[in-house]
């Protein structure tokens, strides 16, 4: 089976709709590791969306969503205090602006960790959903809380990941500025965290939205980036009245 493998979306239609032209017929499931909303314009757009295609009660097997920091933050569950200025103002925005249903449906979302049929789903950490891993050192603190040999993460916003081969931890490199794609092996003798990018705010000074599809038959995963029309993503956040912060790192990928 082919998963496509989302994260971090953050309310930005223009490059998820950009992202699911190009991974149109690679894939058999949805499943995203969560941040569906924060950030960008289009919040009800992207939850619309999720609900069309992905249950929130994570009984499904196909396919599946888990919840991030910023689900929660929007929808109540969670405190901003602990956001930037900027994170703050796009967090009170967008919980004023997603509609009841909307709003209940992101309180519903899955807590990760989540088996999605061989392998994890988490949104930060497996030991802690809004723990951030962005080092080897971080990655290896990760392994003993590990229930398969391959979870995908997201929180970061920076593609890539890590494998452990015990006991050596070795970062997994992002997709080059110059290609488009980048195939990796998972394989059986050593354990994997995976990070398909972010969708909708990559930080990973690349711009184009980040996303990835596993061929679970072939234990394949294959990292992408894809350009899309990220000036008018940054026009209706400042349209909106959000801080021109929020549009302007778009265009840098930071």
Not at 115 to 143: C, N, R, W
Request: net charge negative; aromatic share 8%; proline share 4%.
């Amino acid at each position: 089976m082919r998963h496509l493998i989302l994260s971090d979306i953050h309310s930005n239609n223009e490059a998820l709709s950009a992202v699911l032209k190009h991974a149109n017929g690679r894939y058999d499931r949805i499943l995203c590791l969560g941040d569906l909303v924060g950030y960008g314009s289009d919040p009800n757009e992207i939850v619309d969306w999720v609900r069309d295609v992905m249950p929130a009660d994570g009984t499904a097997t196909d396919p599946r969503v888990i919840r991030g920091n910023h689900d929660k933050a929007c929808c109540g569950l969670d405190s901003i205090e602990d956001f930037n200025p900027a994170a703050q103002a796009s967090s009170l925005w967008t919980s004023d602006t997603l509609t009841e249903e909307n709003l209940l449906f992101l309180r519903g979302l899955t807590q990760g960790p989540v088996d999605a049929g061989g392998f994890d789903l988490v949104h930060g950490a497996p030991s802690d959903e809004d723990e951030y891993i962005i080092t080897a050192d971080d990655a290896a603190g990760m392994y003993e809380h590990l229930r398969t040999g391959l979870t995908f993460f997201g929180h970061t916003h920076l593609q890539g990941g890590f494998f452990f081969r015990r006991p050596v931890v070795k970062a997994i490199e992002k997709v080059p500025a110059k290609w488009t794609e980048l195939t990796i092996s998972i394989d059986e003798n050593s354990s994997f965290l995976i990070n398909p990018g972010s969708v909708g705010q990559p930080r990973d000074n690349d711009w184009r939205a980040a996303y990835a599809i596993y061929e679970s038959d072939d234990r394949l995963v294959t990292y992408y980036r894809v350009e899309y029309d990220v000036a008018e993503a940054r026009r209706r956040i400042l349209d909106a009245g959000l801080p021109v912060i929020l549009g302007d790192r778009l265009l840098v990928g930071r």
